[in-house]
Nanobody
């Protein structure tokens, strides 16, 4: 089992920054990749960024050059640094861990609201 707890969401003005954290506990073996997803009101959940165990990253086009995904293995924590935030970034942000054999874990989400 894997438990994921997100934090760091909140209200920020357009152009501002936030850093989300995802604390990962439990069995962390056999992880394929970890990532951040988001779901805006009335929309489907979408990929924001992923990071593999080898450190490779991939981003949605809408957040490239503004968001950075990283992880601290010593702290079992994954981060999402979000800069130059836009109103369209408003969503609930979820962290996800995908392991081998189809084991798929999600956090409960943290709300990010970008508004003046």
């Amino acid at each position: 089992q894997v438990q994921l707890v997100e934090s760091g969401g909140g209200l920020v003005q357009p152009g501002g920054s936030l850093r989300l954290s995802c604390e990962i506990s439990g069995s962390i073996s056999a992880i394929i990749h970890m990532g951040w997803y988001r779901q805006a009101p009335g929309k489907e959940r979408e990929l924001v960024a992923i990071i593999t165990t080898g450190g490779s990253t991939n981003y949605a086009d809408s957040v490239k050059d503004r968001f950075t995904i990283s992880r601290d293995n010593a702290k079992n924590t994954m981060y999402l640094q979000m800069n130059s935030l836009k109103p369209e970034d408003t969503a609930v942000y979820y962290c996800r861990v995908l392991k081998r054999y189809g084991m798929d874990y999600w956090g409960k989400g943290t709300l990010v609201t970008v508004s003046s």
